[in-house]
């Protein structure tokens, strides 16, 4: 049986030649290529065609997150599972949002991440565990809020967007052609639906969902 084909991108050469080390040493995995920060990961990845890419998160150049959506927009066929220290949700949640394969924290014993490996081998994706209740706990919180937001009416995410760059309602109004009533009573249903009690919350809510400008 062949053994699995991996490259490794990682800024610190300890940290590749540790992680080399582990992963030839049973005869199953083979490291073909490494790379130091994530240009060099892009150009040698094209032409090294490994299976597997570890990736990690805080590289030169270009870090992992930007490798990664490299990758799955030039449809490059490889299995990628970020090998990071970040344990930080918002990493978390904007690597699975792009599409990685998996992701494990170099905190784990080598048996995990030897799982992590044979498991996106197989098409599943690998999370590593005690991220998982965060993770699925986030995206149930991101799903309420996207909820929220598809409730609003193409006039009052307008009328909070204006709120979110801290216009009063006088010149919400002038700004949408409307009654100053009218962007009462907007503001009155936006606070309801989103479930916020004054414009600061809903400011808030607006910018982090990047409510800014509606075409």
Known sequence: MSPIRMMLADDHALVREGVKHLLETDGKTLVV???????????KLKLSKPQVLLLDITMPKLNGIKVLEEIKRCGIPVKTLILTAHDELDYLLRAV??????????????????????TVLDGEQYIQPRLIPLLNERLEAREIEREKIDSLTKRE??????????????????????????????IFSIFRKIEVYDRTQAAIFAIKNKITKIA
Do not use: M, P
């Open 33 to 43: 290529e490494e790379a130091a920060d994530g240009e060099e990961c892009l150009e």
């Open 97 to 118: 949002d792009i599409g990685a394969d998996g992701y494990v924290l170099k905190e784990s014993d080598f048996s995990e991440l030897r799982l992590a490996i044979q």
């Open 157 to 186: 995410k307008e009328v909070l967007s204006q709120i979110a760059t801290g216009k009063l309602n006088k010149e919400i109004a002038a700004s949408l052609n409307i009654s100053e009533r009218t962007v009462k009573n907007h």
